[in-house]
């Protein structure tokens, strides 16, 4: 089954679910030798594989040991930016700050002085 834009999040679970099984076996792991080197237990594999919910730690170590996280980055890519893209954003900002207007200290033609000269 392709999972896409019309897959219920059910589907795509069990769909999941079945190719992990799948690739388990194709292995030749057994569930417990599987949660052995994913460092997680039994129970959690079993759950899995019946298309539970579980931890996206747990799937990613899951991915690992079953030699699947190289695919991870197709699950999402990372994002690219064009040239021109990051140009309109730059000229969009301010450079800096705009300069607070300061009233003008003059200066005084005493020499400065403590205030408690006497």
């Known amino acids: 089954m392709k999972i896409d834009t019309r897959t219920t999040p059910q589907q795509a679970l069990s769909e999941l679910a079945a190719r992990i099984t799948q690739r388990r076996i ?25 298309g539970g919910d579980t931890q996206l730690s747990t799937l990613i170590r899951l991915l690992r040991i079953l030699d699947l996280s190289d695919r991870l980055d197709l699950l999402i890519p990372e994002s690219t ?37 006497r």
């Open 26 to 50: 194709e292995l030749g792991l057994t569930q417990a030798e599987a949660a052995q080197r994913a460092g997680v237990g039994k129970r959690t594999i079993e759950r899995i594989e019946a």
């Open 81 to 117: 930016v064009s040239p021109m893209e990051m140009l309109k954003r730059q000229s969009a900002r301010p450079k800096r700050a705009p300069r607070k207007k300061s009233t003008d200290v003059k200066e005084s033609k005493k020499p400065w002085t403590w205030g408690d000269e």
